[in-house]
């Protein structure tokens, strides 16, 4: 069992150290190789690691690329919009010249002459019958009576303005009435219109009902000559 150990001393005390490796036998050469299977494992890692690296910073590039070329063109599109409206803007100016100087030298009063003839225009004459309405009813009547309808709150007043007399009244209480004309039923109470209601078969009164103007109908589809002008408040209705 010593002989193995004792032929290892002999050889590194009388044949040198390359004696004795080779004398050390399949032991050293086994871990040579160990060793350099593990600086080639190490290196692949190293290499394998070092191309992961190189692939993360080509796609860290490609996305910064991708990013710089969408900015660019966002920047062209928006110049260009620009561009576009300047040019709109640009052209619609011109067009407006171009129609102004065509206006001036075709005789069209200029804007400021327009101007001038606003203020000299003399606002139009009142209409008599507008004018008498206003002094006998309130203004929110006014244009009611003019079109010939009635609304709920006149007085006897307005509506013998609006529509005329009535053919026939009759009475279903003490102050109340009912005024029958041949397109509407006017309900009073107390003097005061409570309900407007149409008959199934009337006609639509015309719009000028509330004016006798001398045509061959008056208000309301009454005969001419029938339909009376707007009475007065202190004529005291028809009761």
Known sequence: MRTPAL?????????GPAAAAAA???SL?????????????????????????ERLQERRDERERDLRERNRQHLEERRRRQDRATEDLKRRREKEIFERFRRMEEGYPTTDDR???????????????????LKLFPPAWVPGILAGRVERGWNADAVIAALGRPEKITRSGPETEVWHYPATRITLEGGAVRAVTPRP?????????????GSKMGPAGHPEGVAPQPVRPEAGGLR
């Open 115 to 133: 101007r001038r003839m606003a203020r000299d225009r003399k606002p139009p004459a009142p209409d008599p019958d507008t004018e008498m309405l």
């Open 24 to 26: 050390a036998g399949p």
């Open 7 to 15: 032929c290892l001393t002999f050889a590194l005390l009388f044949l």
């Open 201 to 213: 078969s009337a006609v639509a009164p015309r719009p000028d009902a509330g004016r006798n103007r």
């Open 29 to 53: 050469a086994d871990g040579q190789l160990a060793q350099s299977r593990a600086d080639d494992d190490r290196r692949r890692e190293e290499e394998r690691e070092q191309r992961i690296k």
